[in-house]
């Protein structure tokens, strides 16, 4: 999985090969809901929409079926992986256990470059509230950006991979089911809140209270995203 899914005003398309930007491109647009839940993915219509030949098309489609944000079944094709609560619990569940973990190691294990990653991290979440115009995107990339940062010192690679994935499908059930929600001026005041104090938690090297914040920040958002998905 690419490891720097950046905003679109901040991605260097030109020096990239056809096949990141393709899957680049089609992540972004499941993620979004533009690609619908269940939508069935043709590649020579994804061809013509994203570029690239057909072969760079299904190599695509193959790593994000490898990913879990498509599917197959038999010989009927490609489509974009569905919603559902039972998919949603077990991407919380594990992403929860193990970002609890690294996040314990790295308040433990965390130097000063950490902290300044860190400070940085929740700076940059900070100022993008506050900007005029800032989109869901860069909005979503910063909030990712942050919980990264907090688990920076943890130096597992497959730690850092697997929460990273976990935290796009998150973010996509977010994106899909609470577009609205994310930009309410209460709900992003009470989420900005508890970043602060999860980050200054860490800062104090507290690291059991830091992961019970973290844990009862992940709670409030799994509730609403449960709710959002009863409704649908």
């Not at 972004?28 to 533009?34: A, N, V």
């Not at 130096?155 to 990273?164: A, G, P």
Request: hydrophobic share 35%; net charge negative; aromatic share 6%.
């Amino acid at each position: 999985m690419r490891s720097d899914i950046l905003p679109p005003s901040t991605t260097s398309a030109a020096k990239e090969p056809i096949t990141n930007r393709i899957y680049d491109s089609i992540l972004e647009d499941i993620r979004s809901g533009k690609l619908e839940p269940g939508q069935k993915l043709k590649v020579r219509e994804l061809t013509s929409e994203y570029g690239g030949s057909t072969g760079s098309c299904r190599e695509v489609l193959n790593r994000l079926s490898g990913e879990r944000f498509v599917q197959t079944k038999g010989m009927t094709g490609f489509s974009v992986r569905d919603l559902s609560s039972q998919d949603l619990v077990e991407v919380l569940d594990l992403r929860d256990q193990l970002e609890s973990q690294a996040f314990v190691q790295a308040i433990q294990h965390g130097d000063t470059e950490w902290e300044e990653r860190l400070v940085l991290a929740f700076h940059r979440l900070e100022r993008e509230r506050v900007r005029e115009g800032t989109s869901l995107i860069e909005r979503e990339y910063y909030h990712r950006e942050f919980h990264l940062a907090l688990i920076g010192a943890h130096t597992s690679e497959w730690h850092q991979f697997f929460i990273r994935t976990l935290s796009l499908h998150s973010e996509r059930y977010r994106r899909i089911l609470l577009p609205k929600r994310i930009f309410e001026p209460e709900y992003v005041r009470v989420v900005d809140e508890e970043h602060e104090l999860i980050m200054r938690l860490a800062l104090e090297r507290r690291a059991e209270e830091a992961a019970e914040a973290l844990k009862k920040h992940r709670s409030r958002s799994r509730t609403d995203l449960l709710i959002a998905l009863e409704g649908r």
